[in-house]
């Protein structure tokens, strides 16, 4: 027995040190194999091709590199995308993950699963710049994007003029599929640390006679102070800026101006009796309107906001293609020349507004398609005794 357990040992040795081999050699020859299916450079070559047809450049900091663990795909280690002609990046991140199916995979198929994007950071002002070159209507019907699983973005920045605007940007989309529920999810932080989430959901139909509706269209965004937006409806889309929508909903805030004193505070029985903190003012809700008409012709695309609450009240039409713009023109204007038309119209009227460093009384603007924004004698006095 005793000559025969050191053999069984060295033997049992020899099959765990076998065993190792064969599974490294299987472990090399499935990276080598899905590095002969995944084929990197097939995926850039797409991604070059599809981001210079608007205008985009791919830029990668080292080959992307193909990934079997957690899931098949392929890794970009730092990338941006830049305007043409520009030196400064739409949007640069740490890196990237192109997840891709098995099934596509062993069909030697190119198809993207997923796309995980990690610490990017968001230029608006080129982003802004990039809008601006693409074409106002795309040349015939639309053409809904199809994304089998989704796209997730996490740690990212966004930034105008070279200052941060949000922190922590997150994005979650998934499946975007004719006749299936799209939903969008997004978080960020704001400079003062408060924190927004917004979520859209809606159901895309297929393109017909050069439409897509956008069925079951819902929009909420939540602020961490209590501000909420929480908007219904439907729309339709023929491609570029012929966009139409109408929505309705509410928007609850805290009330712009704050309870009286009378009402806060309470009896004081002696005067070594602490007095107790205010009670927080309840929130408002108003009832909120919103329609979007489409580009058609020489009319920009319009915005119709109606909101009607308890302290407020507003009706207005907004060409948000034309700010951008109209500020330009202010910034060029010499003095005694007006900028121009303004970018919006309507009325909108506030009773009382305390936001701390603005206090105004039955605050007023009645905007006229020549007409600049004016405020009210009572507000503008209220807001002069604030600034003492």
Known sequence: MSATAPSSRHLLRWIALAIVAVLVALAIAAAVYVHNLLQPDRFTALLENDLAAVGLKLRLQAPAEPTLFPRPGVQLKGFSLTNSGSNRPVLQAAGATIVVPWRALLHGEIAIERVDVVAPHLNLDELESLLARLPHRAAGPPRLPTITTGVHMSQGTLSRKGSPLLFDFSVETGALAPGKVFRLEAAARGAAGNRFTAVLTTMPLAAHDGVIELKALSFHLAEQQGIALQLEGEGSWRGGEDLAIQLQGTLS???????????????????????PPAAPAPPVTDKIVLNVSPARGHAPLTVALKLDGDDAHADLRLQPTEFGRWWKRVLAAQPGQPPGTLPFTGKAEVRQLDLGWLKATGL??????????????????????AAH
Do not use: E, K, M
């Not at 805030?253 to 007095?275: D, E, G, K, L, N």
């Open 253 to 275: 805030h805290r009330a712009f101006a704050p309870p009286s004193a009378a009402s806060t505070s309470a009896p004081a029985t002696s005067a070594a009796t602490p007095r």
């Open 364 to 385: 007023t603007i009645d905007a006229g398609p020549d007409l600049a924004p004016a405020a009210s004698s009572s507000s503008a006095a209220a807001a002069a005794s």
